[in-house]
Each structure stands twice: as C-alpha cells, then as structure tokens.
C-alpha cells in the first residue's frame, strides 16, 4: 500500500526505517506491507527477487515477503489442475487421477459445464471432458496415430462399450454384481468375520 508521509503542524515528518535495507526513508511517499514501511525499490520477493512495488498483492510467512508464486509454489498444497492457482489445506476439491482441481475449476474443456460428484466424466491428454464432449473426442480421431491414444480406447471400450469412466465418488464394480446365500447363523458369522477382515 503506498502512503504518503504525514507531518504534525506543518512541522516535515520525521523519518523512518525502511524494513527492506534499513536505511531511513525521506521521500515523500513509501510502501506500507505486513506493518512495516519499505522504499519502493526495497519492497521485493525474498525468494526470485521480483520487485513487488507495482504488484497489487504480496505475501508474508515467518517475516519473509514472497510473491504470489513463490509463496504458492512453497506454501500451498497443491495447485489447481486447470487454473494454476494455489489450493490451501482448507478447501474443499475435486481430484482426478493423480490432479487436484478448485471445485469451480473442475469444468468440461468443451462446453464448461460444471462437473459435480457423481458425474460421469472422461479425461484425455490431461484435460476434463463431460461424458457426450468426451465422446464425441474419441470419435472424431479414433485414436490410431498414437500409443497414448490407443491405450486410452482400450481402457474407454473395456467396461461395456463405454468410454473409459472415472467417478467422482465410491469405486465402480466391473462385472455381474455379486449374490450371497447364507444358510444358517454359523454361516452368517462366518461371512460376517470374512467380511471384516477383508475390510482391513
């Protein structure tokens, strides 16, 4: 934030420390971040060095001033699939294979509609697709020319002539869904304990 220097009564104001180098700051107008005053020229990332004098933002942790880059790339958790930007601990997120999105991020790269738990969703080179765009991608090249490709039509045609699905939710079962008869109570344990230890 730039200020200007007060003076009391008319009286030149007083000058300060600037908390960059340590000299004092005389010029009429200084940079105030994180409580202390900087000369424009000292107000920089202390990682890449980038001046932050003209920079709408910057970031502060354990006394260092970062910009918004460095301050992500070393303290956030990940960052967002689609946007790059920063995923604090906190936020609620959509995951993709090994990608992490904003939930406001995790949108088809085709028409943008927003994707939700549940939803059935492709991915391809990296990128979300809703089911028809998804498709209708797959379609358009089958998937010939390149051995990513071809390994991904595999996968898309595996599971009953559809398009290689992730779920945004509890895992898909491939396969006739499974009947269990139990016939008496010693049966009924015996499953019970099975199950059990299956789980763990």
Known sequence: MLKERESLEGSPATPDECAGCGGRIQDRYYLLAVDRQWHGSCLRCCECR?????????????????????YYRMFCVKRCARCGNGITANEL?????????????????????????????????????????????CMDDYCEDDVNRVYRC???????????????????????PRKRKLGSPEDLQVQTMRMASTAL
């Open 50 to 70: 980038l001046p932050l004098d003209s920079e709408l933002t910057c970031f502060s942790r354990d006394g260092n001033i970062y910009c918004k880059e460095d």
């Open 154 to 176: 595999q996968e898309m045609h595996r599971e009953s002539d559809s398009p290689s699905q992730f779920y945004n939710g509890g895992p898909s079962h491939k396969g006739r």
């Open 93 to 137: 997120v959509m995951r993709a294979r090994d990608m992490v999105y904003h939930l406001t991020c995790f949108t088809c790269v085709a028409c943008g509609s927003l994707l939700s738990k549940g939803d059935v969703f492709g991915m391809r080179d990296g990128l979300v697709y809703c089911r028809p765009h998804y498709d209708s991608a």
